[in-house]
């Protein structure tokens, strides 16, 4: 039996690498986190931070090439070294993925009802066709798609965006995973769908008890949906916290950037343009031997900044920055 004190999905040490002509490309490096049954994380980043790479590794589903080293578990159980056979039977079962493009990830030739019922045939689920496609109309109902017994027979191409998203999120449940991962479920969909696909996500996992890795770039995306946030830069995590915490005792400077650079209501016109982070990350084959931050951080100090990467410090209890100026950071607030 597991036991209800330890994390659902832990990871550590997280390192994926690809060799590449220009040499080694580091695009995550060292991260470790955990995951707790019922709670939704939200992972935000720059493009380029290794958001989708650290979801990829943890469903196998990077090329053989890559190289990933450290620990990914799942209810105790190693992941990392799983044959291409047993990740099989753990994607769609126990952790399943909303992709960004659900027109690309949906067969145009299969109707929405078909595609439902292969996502539950292809794991051996309880039942039969008959009852996979009631639970297909079902799905569909749960995710707020109107007239779900009829939509059940259409084709991808007579949904929307932000209905196709809808589609996704129910094929993704449609197995009962413990872990859900949204990667961007939100990209390309104007302002009022992805309030409206955010608040799918809320109701299912609500209904089901479904755990939930929100991947994005949009700090604004998370404030209402996640429980945690773990900010990543470069390869690897910057800070951690509640996500409460994260937007009132911001600790780190890159988070603190990215906070700026909102739109805010309550922002006054005297204040001007909004502030932005100077520069632009590193490319994962070369990566500073400090701090990944320090070229683009107002606070960079030669050293320590250039001379080591900064450890995890803690903020106040379950929020930790990796950065080496934060006593002082935290001593001028």
Known sequence: MNDPTEPLL???????????????????DGLSFDVRAGETLGIVGESGSGKSMTS?????????????????????????????????????????????????????????????VE???????????????????????????????????????????????RVMIAMSIANDPAVLIADEPTT??????????LEVLRTVQERTGTTVILIT??????????????VMYAGGTVEQAPVDGL???????YTRGLLESLPRLDRR?????????????????ALPQGCRFAPRCPHF?????????????VVVAGHVAACHRLPELLGDR
């Open 217 to 230: 770039h949009d700090l604004g995306v998370v404030a209402g949906t996640a429980d945690r946030v773990m």
């Open 247 to 253: 937007f009132h005792d911001t600790a780190h400077p």
């Open 301 to 313: 100090l030669e050293d320590p900044c250039a001379r080591s990467v900064p450890e995890p410090s």
């Open 56 to 116: 990829l590794a943890i469903l196998g589903l990077l090329p053989g090439r890559a190289q990933v080293t450290g620990s990914i578990r799942l209810r105790g159980r190693e992941l990392v070294g799983l044959s291409d056979k047993e990740m099989r039977e753990v994607r769609g079962n126990e952790i399943a993925m909303v992709f960004q493009d659900a027109l690309a990830a949906l067969n145009p030739v299969m109707t929405v009802g078909d595609q439902l």
């Open 269 to 285: 016109p005297d204040e001007g343009r909004l502030r932005q982070i100077p520069g632009s990350p590193p490319a994962a084959t």
């Open 119 to 165: 996502a539950m045939a292809v794991h051996e689920a309880e039942g039969g066709k008959d009852a996979w496609r009631a639970r297909a109309v079902e799905l569909l109902g749960l995710v707020g798609i109107p007239s779900p017994e009829q939509r059940v027979e259409q084709y991808p191409h007579e949904f929307s965006g932000g209905m196709r998203q």
């Open 10 to 28: 832990a990871v550590r040490d997280l390192r994926v690498v690809f060799d590449t002509p220009e040499g080694l490309a580091v695009t995550v």
């Open 188 to 197: 390309a969909l104007d302002v009022t769908v992805q309030a409206q696909v």
